[in-house]
């Protein structure tokens, strides 16, 4: 937690302490003879000691008596303000780190934890001293100055901002950053002249780059000096005509001047230049959908341009991705969407989200052949995405094409690792569960079952299922009631979960508990199954109505049961075993 600090025993020392905060003018620490030596150090290691095993309580008590052998040792006081902190003692804190710092005016640690310690309370003032304190004694720490620069801020001492900022330049030279500051600075005092010239100065100082000069311009720009700032932009752009910057800032300039269709003719010759990073179009582009917006204007607009920029060769995907989104947002009908995105896949067709996009157009439409169309690439593009597996999948079975939809699961859950969304590697071995189930694979689908719930152990669809189809083998009935009551525990309106835990009941003997869940089953199905009508019946009849367990048998047929046994009950108008 905190290491061994060198400990300083030495002679008599009188240490100034004008600049020290706790307002002592001289503290002059007494010799300690060599065995008070040994014995601080030893105490004071022990406690370090105990401190790193987690011993809070004997680190605390050996550091207080190490004050009885020194009360003057730095170190100790430093280290015991964390305990007086954690203990919520605020001030004994403070008062420890100021003591470690009026003790030891020279070690840099102490003092630059005192200051942090300020600036957690808001003491600002005392933040100042402590850390102008701090580079006194290092002249090269530029990370103080920066402190230091904020601090004023804070305080609103702009002059100080000024010439901290100055000393950083001496050290370290100017640069973008602190000519900003400095600008800032110079703004909040009302230095016009100053904050321009600051800037002049870098433009000046570094004449090619010329994002200075798109500063500059800016800066003029934004004090009314219009035709200054129309001056700089031209002069870059005579140098480098595709500047991207300079062409940003044209357009502010045309806006402000009320010269709408030069700053529509702008945009479009950002938007459509292959020199502007992609980066910067698509910030551009969201900027002018925003005022869109706002001014309530209508899409075309938006459309227009998107048309005419994706009538260009693109690179990259970002810009059809966005007019996409932008149709969506609009609510335009899915086909015109579908349409923008099979650009983005032509594009990068290795681009997830708007692949996903589509296969979930295609299933709305049912078009199982375009899912597992769309499906296939994907799982070379994207391998690790298990969502394309479960698509294709999907799709296979809604085809009756179980054994491709097998073959499609078992390789997407080879790619599961532990980064996978759990959730859809359980639903992946959920449905592999169901399909070995339909083919009649039992113990295939058990295990699959078993690995579903590894996965996600509150997979409650699978729960349900497992529960069900092992109550059907008559085995294992308590680990199906388990697991099925798990199901109406989470939803316990759901109709076919109370349906299947009133069966598993029933297959266990409990007759009269089975009753209330079937009851409850019918309740909350609108219009319940055959199987459902059937096993209310079969429950009733064990339960001694034999009247309505017919007439629920009657009602099951009605409901297109065709069961062979279920006709024969209703027949014989007693209950039979399948």
């Known amino acids: 937690m905190l290491t061994a ?68 040792a730095a170190e100790v006081y430093f280290t015991i303000a964390s305990y007086y902190s954690e203990l919520g003692q605020d001030s004994m804190a403070m008062q420890s780190m100021e003591r470690a710092a009026v003790l030891s005016p020279k070690n840099d640690r102490y003092i630059e934890r005192l200051a942090v310690s300020y600036i957690n309370t808001g003491n600002f003032d005392k933040a100042i001293d402590t850390y102008e304190r701090l580079y006194a004694n290092n002249l090269d720490r530029t990370d103080v100055l920066s402190m230091l620069a904020q ?87 005579e140098q480098e005509p595709d500047n991207v910057s300079a062409q940003m800032s044209m357009l502010d300039y045309y806006k402000k001047s009320g010269e709408d269709s030069l700053a529509q003719a702008t945009v479009e010759r950002i938007l459509i230049s292959d020199k502007t990073p992609s980066a910067d179009k698509i910030q551009l582009l969201r900027k002018v959908v925003d005022e869109n917006e706002h001014i309530g204007a209508g899409s075309m607009e938006i459309i227009h341009l998107f048309n005419r920029i994706l009538a260009e060769p693109q690179t990259t995907p970002e810009m059809a991705a966005l007019y996409a989104a932008y149709l969506k947002l609009k609510e335009y009908p899915q086909d015109s969407i579908d349409v923008v995105l099979e650009r983005v896949l032509e594009i990068a067709p290795d681009e997830a989200g708007a692949r996903l996009q589509l296969i979930q157009s ?15 690439p994907a799982q070379q593009y994207n391998p690790d995405e298990l969502a394309f597996y479960y698509f294709m999948a999907m799709a296979y079975n809604q085809q009756d094409n179980i054994d491709d939809a097998l073959v499609t699961i078992r390789r997407g859950v080879t790619v599961a690792n532990e980064q996978t969304n759990k959730e859809l590697v359980s639903d992946l071995y959920g449905l592999m569960g169901e399909m070995y189930h339909e083919k009649g694979m039992d113990k295939e689908a058990f295990a699959a079952y078993d690995s579903c719930l590894i996965w996600n152990s509150e997979n409650i669809g699978c729960l349900n299922n497992y529960a069900y189809y092992l109550s059907l083998t ?105």
Not at 157 to 164: A, G, H
Not at 181 to 201: I, P, R, T, V
Not at 554 to 573: E, F, R, Y
């Open 474 to 578: 008559g085995n294992g009935l308590q680990k199906a009631e388990q697991m099925s009551y798990k199901t109406v525990k989470a939803e316990p309106d759901n109709g076919t979960y109370l349906d299947t835990y009133a069966w598993i009941l029933f297959m266990q003997g409990r007759y009269e508990e089975a009753k209330i869940y079937i009851e409850q089953a019918l309740k909350n199905y609108k219009t319940p199954s055959a199987d459902v009508i059937e096993h209310a019946g079969d429950i009733f009849w064990k339960c001694g109505d034999r009247n309505a367990a017919v007439e629920y048998w009657k009602k099951a047929v009605d409901a297109g049961g065709s069961d062979s046994v279920l006709k024969k009950k209703l027949k014989q108008k007693k209950y039979l075993n399948k």
């Open 151 to 237: 601090l004023y801020n804070q305080k609103k001492n702009y002059d100080k901002v000024v010439s901290t900022l100055e000393k950083i330049e001496q050290v370290e030279g100017s640069n973008e950053q602190i000519t900003l500051l400095k600008m800032h600075a110079y703004s909040m005092k009302g230095d016009k002249k100053a904050e321009f010239n600051a800037l002049k100065q870098l433009a000046e100082k570094y004449p090619n780059d010329l994002n200075y000069r798109v500063m500059m311009g800016n800066w003029l720009l934004k004090n009314g000096r219009e035709d200054e700032a129309l001056d700089e932009y031209d002069a870059v752009l």
């Open 362 to 376: 295609a299933w709305g439409k049912r078009d199982f052949d375009r899912v597992i169309e769309l499906s296939r």
């Open 5 to 72: 600090l060198n400990i300083s025993c030495g002679g008599p020392e009188t240490i100034s302490v004008k600049q020290a905060i706790g307002g002592e003018k001289n503290v002059v620490i007494p010799k300690l003879s060599h065995n008070d030596e040994q014995r601080l150090k030893y105490f004071f290691f022990e406690a370090v000691s105990q401190q790193n095993k987690g011993n809070y309580d004997a680190a605390f008590d050996l550091l207080s008596h190490c004050f009885t052998i020194n009360p003057n």
